[in-house]
Structure formats: structure tokens, C-alpha cells
């Protein structure tokens, strides 16, 4: 079965970096665009960012657009979220998924959710 297994996730000063990896099994990685989402409590998933199935294309919302670089690496099977300049909001549960319908900033977009990967940013 499809399997997403984040990690990274931890414990950052504001203004300092990170990096999330989403490990994928199961499945054909090379076939699919792949999102970040994060969470936090009482709110909705929130679209971070996007790659295409190549690499080639990638979407990022305002918030974290110049900070955040997602990028792919096909032959692992592996997605990356480079976080850079963090702030205190960006604290949130970080989750990777694969895209399946046309709307990339949509969960509904989405299947196949890894369990997530808690990032804290200390102020």
C-alpha cells in the first residue's frame, strides 16, 4: 500500500532553517505532483507548497513564498521542504500528500497523507 513517512520535524529558533523530507513507498513517485500541507490545532490543513511530477513547476501561497523551496528527488522517492527565515507561526504540524485532481492548493487534491512532522519555531 501507499506509504508517506515524513521527518525532520523539531525544535527551531525564529529565523533559523530546516528541512522536511517525505519518503514515499507503494507507489509509481515519478508519476505525481506532491503538496506540503501544515496544521495547527482547531484550524484547517494549509497549502504550503507544490511540485510537479518532474520538478519542473512548483506553486507556493504568500506566506511562505522566498522562504520555503520544496524540491524532489525521483530516484529516492522523496520529497524535500527546505524552511528558511522561520517565524513563530510557522509552528505547525507538516505533512506531505500525493496530488490527484487538478486544483494543487486544495486538500481535496490530495491522497495518501503521511502522519506529519511536528515544527516548532521558539521566539
Known amino acids: 500500500q501507499v506509504q508517506l513517512v515524513e521527518s525532520g520535524g523539531g525544535l527551531v529558533q525564529a529565523g533559523g532553517s530546516v528541512r522536511l523530507s517525505c519518503a514515499a513507498s507503494?507507489?509509481?513517485?515519478?508519476?505525481?505532483?506532491m503538496g506540503w500541507f501544515r496544521q495547527t490545532p482547531g484550524k484547517e490543513r494549509e497549502f504550503i507548497a507544490y511540485?510537479?511530477?518532474?520538478?519542473?513547476?512548483?506553486y507556493y501561497p504568500d506566506s511562505v513564498k522566498g522562504r520555503f523551496t520544496i524540491s524532489r528527488d525521483n530516484a529516492k522517492k522523496t520529497v524535500y521542504l527546505q524552511m528558511t527565515s522561520l517565524k513563530s507561526e510557522d509552528t505547525a504540524v507538516y505533512s506531505c500528500?500525493?496530488?490527484?485532481?487538478?486544483?494543487?492548493?486544495?486538500?481535496?487534491?490530495?491522497?495518501?497523507w503521511g502522519q506529519g512532522t511536528q515544527v516548532t519555531v521558539s521566539s
Open positions: 500528500a500525493v496530488r490527484i485532481r487538478v486544483d494543487y492548493q486544495r486538500v481535496e487534491s490530495y491522497d495518501y
Open positions: 507503494g507507489i509509481t513517485f515519478g508519476d505525481y505532483g
Open positions: 511540485i510537479n511530477w518532474n520538478g519542473g513547476i512548483t
